[in-house]
């Protein structure tokens, strides 16, 4: 099992750090976030240390997210929620801070004050096609 000794996630695992599981596998873990979006938000992490979404290899992503599935699943089955967010932050610019690859599973309430970061509006068309041109060229 590959492990960083600095990773408080790998310390987790380790049962080095206590937290609080709600699901395990043979690959992965899951756990209540101790800084809480909403209540029953958890975090979903492979048991061997991969920095972010970019150096994880496809098939622990893939067992990673299919354990954040399951997660959301028994939130929609036992919690009053209206929906659940999957959500990944990839590098220190897009809010990671546990550089651990996780998903975040977080359960969404009637009226509960979470909103969209971003406020969705008709883009630049001309920046639109450049940026295509970027990413297909
Ligand atoms: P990130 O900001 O990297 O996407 O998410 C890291 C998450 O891990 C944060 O939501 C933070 O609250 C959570 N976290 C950080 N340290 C600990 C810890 O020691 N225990 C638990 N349960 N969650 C942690
Ligand atoms: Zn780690």
């Not at 399951?70 to 659940?84: F, K």
Request: glycine share 4%; hydrophobic share 45%.
């Amino acid at each position: 099992m590959a492990q960083d000794p600095d990773c408080i996630f790998c310390k987790i695992v380790a049962g080095e750090l206590p937290s609080l599981v709600v699901a395990e596998d043979e690959d992965t873990v899951a756990f209540l976030d101790v800084n809480p979006a909403t209540p029953g938000h958890t975090v979903v992490i492979p048991k061997d240390h991969h920095r972010d979404l970019l150096t994880i290899d496809d098939e622990t992503l893939a067992r990673t997210t299919a354990a954040a599935r399951r997660v959301a699943a028994t939130i929609t089955e036992r919690l009053d929620v209206v929906g659940v967010n999957l959500l990944n932050n990839c590098g220190a610019g897009a809010w990671q801070t546990v550089f651990h690859f996780h998903v975040h599973v977080v359960p969404r309430y009637a009226e509960d004050p979470l909103r969209l970061p971003w406020i969705p509006a008709p883009g630049d068309r001309d920046e639109i096609t450049a940026t295509h041109a970027a990413l297909t060229a």
